[in-house]
């Protein structure tokens, strides 16, 4: 009881942290500095950074590690080069699609390119799936559907903006809560290679960007289609990965709990939960 006690604490803690993390921005609204803060670089150099470096130093205090282990224990140590190529193939369906059929975006820029498509899913993917999904999912241990329901519910909230027709929202909210729970699924089956999930995102979100599919997340039936087939592929990918890229010792490593962490992490996270019980 001791222990469902403390993971769930650790569990509140993760939650009480990202809100934290997530919500600053209004804090700098609130007490006026972002009447100060252009902003681009508001999106460029404090949020997008703020939300990394935090979930890095977050990890190292509430376990104990240094800001290296801290770095591993949200995926970024783990192989770029094969999480890439999966995202690579992956996203040929929709590139293939919409290069045929969709005129190109005369609105992009290289500035939204890089953000849209590159830092932004970058930092959503260490806060979404790095942080919140794997703290709940192999630390706390409350089970995959909760650990990704949490992250997943509130990745489709942040994007009620882009629309304010309800059956639109709905839609919006449907798509992204439902990839939310998907890239939970490839995180966690890709040992927690974060570079797997940033890739795919951030893949998917070129496509969308450079050629003129859509100004929401929603789409049409052609962009779900080749958005569907993307997925399929990823997900047939994913089943046979071990048969098509050589398992490394590395990638193992990034999901085992040591020894000295496995005798540390309760009284860890019953000193954390302390205060809240």
């Given at each position: 009881m001791?222990?469902?006690?403390?993971r769930?604490g650790?569990?509140?803690?993760?939650?009480?942290?990202?809100?934290?993390?997530?919500?600053y921005?209004?804090?700098?609204?609130?007490?006026?500095?972002?009447?100060?803060?252009?902003?681009?670089?508001?999106?460029?150099?404090?949020?997008?950074a703020f939300?990394?470096?935090?979930?890095?130093?977050?990890?190292?205090?509430?376990?104990?590690?240094?800001?290296?282990r801290?770095?591993?224990?949200?995926?970024?140590l783990?192989?770029?080069g094969?999480?890439?190529?999966?995202?690579?193939?992956?996203?040929?369906?929709?590139?293939?699609?919409f290069?045929?059929?969709?005129?190109?975006?005369p609105?992009?820029?290289?500035?939204?390119?890089g953000?849209?498509?590159?830092?932004?899913?970058?930092a959503?993917?260490?806060?979404?799936?790095?942080?919140?999904?794997?703290?709940?999912y192999?630390r706390?241990?409350?089970?995959f559907?909760?650990?990704?329901l949490?992250?997943?519910?509130?990745?489709?909230?942040?994007?009620?903006?882009?629309?304010n027709d309800?059956?639109?929202q709905?839609?919006?909210?449907?798509?992204?809560?439902?990839?939310?729970?998907g890239?939970?699924?490839?995180?966690?089956k890709?040992?927690?290679?974060?570079?797997?999930?940033w890739?795919?995102?951030?893949?998917?979100?070129?496509?969308?960007?450079?050629?003129?599919?859509?100004?929401?997340?929603?789409?049409g039936?052609?962009s779900?289609?080749?958005?569907l087939?993307t997925?399929?592929?990823?997900?047939?990918?994913?089943?046979?990965?071990d048969?098509i890229?050589?398992p490394?010792?590395s990638?193992?490593?990034?999901?085992?709990?040591?020894?000295?962490?496995?005798?540390?992490?309760?009284?860890?996270?019953?000193?954390l939960?302390?205060?809240?019980?």
């Amino acid at each position: 009881m001791k222990n469902l006690r403390s993971r769930l604490g650790y569990a509140a803690l993760i939650v009480l942290v990202y809100v934290f993390i997530d919500q600053y921005g209004y804090f700098l609204k609130l007490i006026g500095w972002r009447q100060y803060i252009s902003e681009w670089l508001y999106v460029l150099a404090i949020r997008n950074a703020f939300e990394v470096g935090s979930c890095v130093i977050a990890v190292a205090i509430m376990l104990r590690f240094g800001l290296k282990r801290a770095a591993r224990e949200l995926g970024l140590l783990a192989p770029i080069g094969r999480g890439l190529a999966f995202a690579a193939i992956a996203t040929l369906p929709m590139l293939i699609a919409f290069a045929f059929t969709m005129p190109v975006n005369p609105n992009m820029t290289f500035l939204t390119v890089g953000v849209l498509c590159f830092i932004a899913p970058f930092a959503e993917e260490v806060l979404f799936r790095a942080f919140m999904f794997r703290q709940l999912y192999r630390r706390a241990r409350i089970g995959f559907w909760l650990s990704a329901l949490a992250p997943s519910a509130v990745f489709a909230a942040g994007h009620l903006y882009q629309s304010n027709d309800l059956m639109e929202q709905l839609g919006i909210v449907a798509i992204t809560g439902t990839g939310g729970i998907g890239f939970c699924w490839f995180f966690m089956k890709w040992r927690d290679n974060l570079w797997t999930v940033w890739g795919l995102h951030a893949g998917m979100n070129l496509w969308w960007e450079v050629f003129n599919v859509d100004d929401t997340a929603l789409g049409g039936w052609l962009s779900n289609g080749a958005r569907l087939a993307t997925v399929i592929v990823a997900v047939l990918l994913t089943i046979y990965k071990d048969k098509i890229w050589k398992p490394l010792p590395s990638e193992q490593a990034n999901i085992e709990v040591t020894e000295s962490d496995s005798a540390d992490e309760g009284k860890q996270m019953r000193l954390l939960a302390r205060p809240m019980w």
